[in-house]
């Protein structure tokens, strides 16, 4: 398995590299929908040259990146393009081997409930076999890697490849049942977006399943574990702060970062929703709006816990797919990162009901962003409502992708557990609804 | 006894007398001059620059001073309440052409220009500088309103204090710039009557409105400052300059002649000079390139001649000076007269050493770039100059892509300061010291991003574009010949605007354009439309999670039918044929 993974890399850097020599390059790294304001490569050299001016980064409203940030490019700066094809080769790679875990754990657990009897009789077309999941790992990495959308973004070198790296590693490490790790990862995560804390949960309930904790709140044990979990994250990324403090002795990158990911002053359009909504909004409501807005992207983490509690991985997706879709400053390198998901949960595609349209939605979207950029801004023949429709477009059909594969994913769960040739009392084919 | 209670109480009359202890010496004097200047230019238009100085020898922060003369009482109290130190406001309307007008003696930028130096004393520098531009815009009639934090900048190696100086924290200087201002007779006559004849007598009887407005360039200047009283520089006295400099241009006011006189420039004569002025004079610019034979004739024949170097050029005027009684002799009504005396050809148009030009490149709504040109024509002196820019917030500026190349090799500046602007709360502040070599042009480029700005934020014409300030810069350039520096007093005013460190060069201020940088427009027509289809698609994703999450799938049971299939199965019975 190793070898063709090998080879997807070596395609990939090609690819990547190709385009990094073409005029391609600039015209890349100038498009809204792959840079935005809190990664894009400008500003990151915008930054270090006001360092190097003896100017605080922070003190103006150009540069929102982490101090970490500062710290690798201050060196590495020369080797941009390396280190971003490297974060890609990395994120694949870290992808392959979590899923390849999975993949085991998954199979394990399907053993399980069919040795306990919990199937039901005539669901075996449902039950996954080895032979089927031989090539997902590989089909993540390639999926993750050959992406235009994770092209685009590491030819524009957007952080946003450095921020994937990051959760992929702490994906890994969650798959791996590292408890240590994990929340290392997940504390330089959010450290990072602040929007990976709501995968505190999943991870949590995944490394509960592992160590056999059942998720009872009356269990000691429960407790005992959700504490430890907590502690490590938040002490570690209390560490991190406080080692972002010493670059500048100042606490300046707190609300440049976070207040900036927060309260969304910049309208910068971008693949979003939120730009258009604030450029229109009537003063009184703003903050209303924001506070509306930004809670609707941590208020799906409870409830998809209860209903997902045993299906953390699912969970988990399903979390990532939601803070892609409602960040403040989505790119399409966030899209790439829970796409690259998709080839796991293949063998719910005969569940999927709308998954033609969507992905004509999906792609004809992604087609017309450059477009009607081009004719607002270039052209001046259409105006800022082109662009926001397909703004809206492509968030629809993100958004219809997601609840279609949560919908087949439950209409399986349903399935092996009550069989998959339901009748009625009295003997006809039964339809399945959602009461 | 008695010798006791007589000497007390001639002691207390002594004491108690004002003229007494120490003795006060009287109310302090003050003095009005008047000048005007016309000075034909090689492109055949004609400037005349107004000055009117009151200076009044009073210390206004220290004493409580009640009783003011010929200074203005407005401007007096606005200096000791808010202890300015110097204060220079300027509306300008139009721009002076610097390659075909020559030098300007003050050059003002397009729109409304405020810069302010305040006491040391001051706590909240900010809050003054709010409450100032208030009180000014009131006095005024101009909207200085707008001077808030996004439009104000602190710089630190420009505009340095014209006046007497010496505490020079640069964090006691504010500066602001408001392009968009218009001038109109609305701002000219408050400005008239702060003179202290007003516009009844002297040489402001000319200031007429309607003809002033109707020129291609009219600056309009208030510049208060503390001067030395006597040459020890023991006490200060403080001075108000108001300067009005318009440009007549040939084509439409001279119908195509240039021959210009009083009277074809402000539709009226000068019958008398200003009775609280202590000197009014009228001096016009005879100077020539040539030696034999002079270009130009001035009628009536001038009493006297002054020569002066100015700006590194020996120049020689014709002086009227209206307290003369030698002067109305002849006529009650004085009209300058100016005829050239052969055609003039464009040879003696002399390119000023230091100009500059800027403008916006670029295309599209995304991204544009500013060069700025600085051209340095000085055939061997190479010598440095500040540039200050002011770019709003909303262009952001990337000082990563700042490129200054001088004859196709880079240039480095010796002294870069960089404050980048904050959104909404402060402007970027670009402050540079480049060397311009000899005989040179400097090309400066900068490249920024357009901003998005919330509906509510642009103006009402948002397809009109956004101002870009001019940007200011300010040279010590070397002078041809060596000025001796004449005593303040005696030479014209025209001269004495800049105070002068040594004879071998001269301070020049000089401003470029303005730009006008078109930004992306939302639509204006749309905020309850959009606010529904967002709201619509975050709700679309919450039904659905909600549908997935709280229902959970059931087999469907029969029902029996629907009320439509139940009037069909009635109707089909009766038909006789088979129900559904």
């Known amino acids: 398995m190793a070898a063709p993974l090998v080879l997807g890399i070596l395609v990939a850097v090609t690819v990547r590299a190709v385009l990094y020599r073409s005029s391609l390059a600039g015209f890349i790294s100038e498009r809204v929908e792959v840079a935005s304001p809190l990664n894009a490569w400008k500003r990151v050299v915008e930054g270090l040259a006001l360092l190097d001016l003896g100017v605080s980064p922070y003190s103006g409203d150009v540069f929102h990146e982490t101090p970490l940030i500062i710290y690798l490019f201050h060196f590495l700066i020369e080797y941009s393009e390396l280190v971003f094809m490297i974060t890609d080769v990395l994120t694949a790679v870290a992808l392959y081997l979590a899923v390849q875990d999975f993949n085991k754990v998954v199979f394990k657990k399907q053993k399980l409930l069919i040795e306990l009897d919990r199937y039901a009789s005539d669901v075996a077309e449902l039950i996954r076999t080895p032979m089927e999941m031989h090539y997902i790992p590989l089909k993540v990495a390639l999926f993750y890697l050959l992406n235009p959308y994770t092209v685009m973004s590491c030819v524009a070198k957007s952080t946003c490849a450095i921020n994937n790296t990051v959760i992929a590693f702490f994906i890994l490490a969650t798959i791996k049942g590292s408890t240590l790790l994990s929340a290392i990862f997940l504390s330089i995560a959010t450290y990072q977006s602040l929007y990976p804390l709501t995968l505190f949960a999943p991870a949590l309930l995944y490394l509960l399943q592992r160590q056999f904790i059942p998720v009872k709140l009356k269990s000691k044990d429960f407790w005992l574990y959700t504490t430890q979990y907590a502690a490590l994250y938040l002490c570690s990324l209390v560490v991190i702060v406080c080692l972002s403090f010493f670059l500048l002795n100042s606490w300046d990158f707190i609300p440049s970062v976070y207040g900036f990911i927060l309260s969304v002053p910049d309208l910068t359009p971008n693949i979003g929703l939120f730009w258009y909504f604030f450029a229109e909004m009537f003063e009184h409501f703003s903050l209303f709006f924001v506070c509306v807005f930004q809670i609707n992207v941590f208020f799906y983490t409870i409830p998809l816990a209860v209903k997902l509690k045993e299906h953390p991985i699912f969970f988990l997706f399903i979390q990532l797919a939601i803070i892609s879709i409602f960040k403040s400053y989505p790119t399409v390198g966030d899209v790439a990162l829970y796409m690259a998901f998709l080839p796991l949960w293949s063998h719910l595609y005969r569940f999927l009901r709308n998954i033609f349209i969507l992905s004509c939605v999906l792609i004809v979207c992604s087609l017309l962003f450059p477009v009607l950029w081009h004719l607002w801004i270039y052209a001046g023949s259409a105006n800022s409502n082109f662009y926001y429709a397909i703004t809206l477009t492509f968030n629809v059909g993100q958004i219809l992708l997601i609840s279609d594969y949560f919908y087949a994913f439950l209409r399986r769960e349903y399935y092996l557990t009550h069989g998959l040739y339901l009748t009625r009392k009295d003997g006809t084919e039964a339809m399945l609804v959602l009461k | ?580």
């Open chain 2, 1 to 580: 006894m008695a010798w006791a209670v007589a000497a007390v109480l001639g002691l207390l009359l002594l004491l108690g007398s004002p003229g007494g202890c120490g003795g006060s010496p009287g109310p302090p004097r003050d003095s009005l001059r008047e000048e005007l200047l016309l000075s034909p230019l090689p492109s055949g238009d004609i400037a005349a620059t107004f000055q009117f100085r009151a200076r009044w020898d009073s210390e206004l922060h220290r004493e409580g001073v009640s009783h003011y003369r010929l200074f203005p009482k407005a401007l007096g109290q606005l200096i000791s309440k808010y202890l300015v130190r110097e204060l220079h406001l300027s509306l300008t309307q139009g721009f002076w052409r610097t390659r075909t007008w020559g030098q300007p003696y003050l050059q003002a930028p397009a729109g409304a220009e405020l810069w302010v130096w305040f006491q040391d004393s001051v706590t909240d520098v900010d809050k003054a500088w709010k409450e100032l531009s208030n009180i000014l815009s009131g006095i005024f009639c101009a909207s200085l309103n707008f001077i808030d934090s996004t439009n104000t900048v602190t710089p630190t190696a420009s505009f340095k204090p014209l006046g007497l100086a010496n505490v020079t924290d640069h964090h006691l200087l504010r500066y602001a710039v408001l392009p968009r201002e218009i001038v109109c007779t609305e701002n000219l006559t408050p400005w008239k009557k702060l003179l202290p004849c007003s516009s009844k007598a002297g040489l402001a009887v000319l200031l007429k409105a309607e003809r002033l407005f109707h020129t291609s360039y009219h600056s309009q200047a208030v510049h208060i400052r503390p001067i030395c009283r006597d040459a020890s520089c023991l006490s200060v006295s403080w001075e108000l300059r108001q300067t009005l400099t318009v440009v007549f241009d040939t084509f439409s006011i001279g119908q195509g002649k240039r021959d210009w006189s009083l009277f074809k420039m402000f539709s009226r004569t000068v019958t008398e000079a200003c009775p609280l002025a202590s000197e009014s004079k009228i001096y016009v610019d005879i100077s020539s390139k040539t030696q034999e034979n002079e270009l130009l004739e001035v009628t009536p024949p001038p009493l006297s001649v002054h020569e002066a170097s100015v700006q590194g050029d020996r120049r020689t005027y014709a002086v009227y000076d209206l307290l003369s009684p030698l002067l109305f002799n002849v006529s009650r009504s004085l009209n300058v007269q100016l005829k050239w005396k052969r055609p003039q050809d464009s040879l003696d148009l002399s390119t000023p050493v230091l100009h500059a030009q800027r403008y916006v490149s670029g295309y599209g709504l995304q991204t544009g770039e500013i060069s700025t040109l600085i051209y340095n024509t000085h055939p061997y002196r190479a010598f440095p100059v500040i540039l200050l820019e002011t770019v709003p917030w909303y262009l952001r500026l990337y000082v990563h892509t700042l490129v200054i190349t001088t004859k196709g090799k880079e240039n480095k500046p010796s002294y870069i300061h960089y404050q980048p602007a904050q959104d909404r709360r402060r402007p970027h502040l670009l402050e540079m010291l480049i060397q311009l070599p000899a005989n040179s042009v400097t090309k400066i480029t900068i490249q920024f991003e357009r901003a998005l700005l919330k509906w509510t934020e642009y103006t009402p014409d948002p397809n009109h574009g956004f101002y870009v300030s001019p940007s200011v810069l300010s040279a010590l350039v070397p002078s041809v010949l060596a000025m001796k520096a004449e005593d303040a007093e005696k030479s014209p005013l025209f001269t004495s605007l800049f105070p002068s460190a040594d004879g071998s060069s001269y301070f020049v201020r000089l401003y470029t354009e303005p730009l006008l940088v078109n930004l992306p427009t939302p639509d204006f027509s749309m905020p309850y439309n959009v606010i529904c289809l967002t709201c619509t698609v975050v709700a679309v994703c919450y039904g659905s999670f909600y549908n997935l999450l709280t229902r959970t799938f059931h087999v469907e049971e029969p029902s029996r039918g629907g009320l439509a299939k139940r009037l069909a199965n009635i109707i089909r019975k009766v038909r006789g044929v088979p129900p559904l």
